[in-house]
């Protein structure tokens, strides 16, 4: 099993631009989700799915679209990218979320984006 | 509101210097708190789930203990390999959703 993987690794911006950001899974995992991290803020959620064709916004969704279509996709959109988006993001999956044996997130590599 | 607080924000020990992380929450009705470890330039690990107070696990050198407030993460004669930050987590009261601390970057020298 690959696990979760996410694409690009790295990616620079300028200021307007659009993007998506790639995330899969091969763990038949319901739940995925999608976090920022910033020095000194720890993660912060920006938008969730707990299944194909559901999804909920997180802590800080302004600014990004997602769309789940699949269980093991789960693209992040950047509709017009900005500097405060200049940000680790990070993509997790776990096999549901609501019950003892589902919380156990697997993450992602990480993509490192830079908006100038 | 959902809070969890990381302390301290950085530690620095010696090898053997044996130490506690601490991980608080005000979220009522806790349906677990867990423990990851992330390395540099990497996703976070899942180390550890507690889910009642007393409750303890361990693993290597690590032993995370609970109590109705908070959770602490002890560290037994660290090794340079523990250099991570670990960062804590619970589901929030409103939504399907983890609540991540700020985490606490543990330095081990040798």
């Known amino acids: 099993n690959a696990g979760v993987t996410q694409t690009p690794k790295f990616q620079v911006l300028k200021t307007g631009q659009s993007m998506t950001l790639q995330c899969a899974q091969d763990m038949n995992h319901e739940y995925m989700s999608w976090y920022r991290q910033d020095p000194g803020m720890g993660l912060r959620l920006i938008h969730y799915s707990v299944g194909a064709g559901i999804t909920d916004q997180g802590e800080v969704p302004n600014g990004y679209n997602v769309s789940r279509s699949t269980t093991e996709d789960f693209p992040l959109r950047l509709l017009s990218a900005a500097p405060s988006q200049t940000s680790v993001y990070f993509c997790?999956?776990?096999?549901?979320?609501?019950?003892?044996?589902?919380?156990?997130?697997?993450f992602g590599p990480g993509t490192r984006l830079t908006v100038t | 509101e959902d809070q969890v607080t990381q302390s301290p924000e950085a530690l620095r020990l010696q090898e053997g210097e044996s130490s506690s992380l601490n991980c608080s929450y005000t979220v009522s009705g806790l349906r677990g708190l867990f423990w990851y470890r992330q390395d540099p330039g990497k996703g976070p690990e899942f180390l550890f789930t507690?889910?009642?107070a007393g409750e303890e696990k361990e693993k290597e050198r690590l032993k995370a203990t609970l109590t109705k407030k908070e959770s602490f993460l002890h560290i037994t004669a660290p090794k340079p390999e523990d250099s991570a930050t670990y960062l804590c987590a619970v589901p929030s009261e409103y939504g399907n959703k983890l609540v991540f601390g700020a985490g606490t970057i543990l330095r081990v020298k040798s």
């Open positions: 997790a999956s776990s096999y549901s979320f609501g019950d003892r044996a589902s919380y156990e997130q697997y």
């Open positions: 507690l889910y009642s």
